[in-house]
């Protein structure tokens, strides 16, 4: 089955690390995000992708970095970790043109210490 | 950009109560109004959407209505049950844009 999968699900780091955050999809989705869920603030967007070598900055982008080499994959770059980006990430994937349904990936808890 | 707004931020009912949960947005470009269900722990899921060309849909007891004039839909859901008890997010865009989301609505169904 066609899926979306992020890894690691968990991750502890210290600050100043580079991270990264894989994101794989098989449906071949053209499209695919990655956002930030803090306690109430929901889902924000950092960055999205709307197709191979397309990449897009969204609503807090600062401090991360996204690049499409293929369509499976859109890797989240945390080029010196803060503490402040102690979150959930979530990516997701969706068509484009027709269908506007964003699948989820389960989620990667980042703590940065 | 997209300025979205939740309306109640968390919401307690009796089990086979009604829930109204309400979204309001300000760009008038928005064309595709879908609602995203969480449950503690997992990931969102959508659970029903709308265009802008209809004005009402209907899946089981979900429901959403879409007032474009006032910039606004909502979710209704009849006869609520436990596990319906989740995080519910509007995330009104153009069709084909990237989704943002509003900041959530917390619903609690007692039995």
């Known amino acids: 089955d066609a899926e979306i999968t992020q890894s690691p699900r968990h991750k502890i780091t210290e600050t100043g690390r580079q991270v990264t955050l894989a994101c794989h999809q098989t449906w071949n989705h053209n499209n695919m995000f990655w956002y930030r869920q803090d306690l109430g603030h929901g889902l924000r967007l950092i960055h999205y992708s709307y197709g191979v070598q397309d990449t897009n900055k969204g609503e807090v982008s600062d401090g991360y970095s996204v690049s499409r080499s293929n369509t499976e994959d859109l890797p989240l770059t945390l080029e010196s970790a803060a503490s402040s980006q102690t979150s959930v990430y979530f990516c997701?994937?969706?068509?484009?043109?027709?269908?506007?349904?964003?699948?989820f990936g389960a989620g990667t808890r980042l703590s940065v210490l | 950009g997209e300025n979205v707004e939740q309306h109640p931020s968390t919401l307690s009912v009796q089990e086979g109560d009604s829930a109204v949960i309400k979204c309001t947005y300000s760009d008038s470009a928005s064309n595709y109004f879908p609602w995203y269900k969480q449950e503690l722990g997992k990931r969102p899921q959508l659970i029903i959407d709308i265009r802008s060309n209809v004005g009402e849909k209907k899946d089981q007891r979900i429901a959403v209505t879409l007032n474009k004039t006032a910039k606004h839909f909502s979710l209704h859901i009849t006869e609520t049950q436990p596990e319906d008890s989740a995080v519910y997010f509007c995330?009104?865009?153009?069709?084909?844009?990237?989704?943002?989301f509003g900041k959530g609505t917390t619903l609690s169904v007692s039995s």
């Open positions: 997701a994937s969706s068509e484009s043109g027709g269908s506007n349904i964003q699948y």
């Open positions: 995330a009104p865009n153009q069709a084909g844009t990237a989704l943002i």
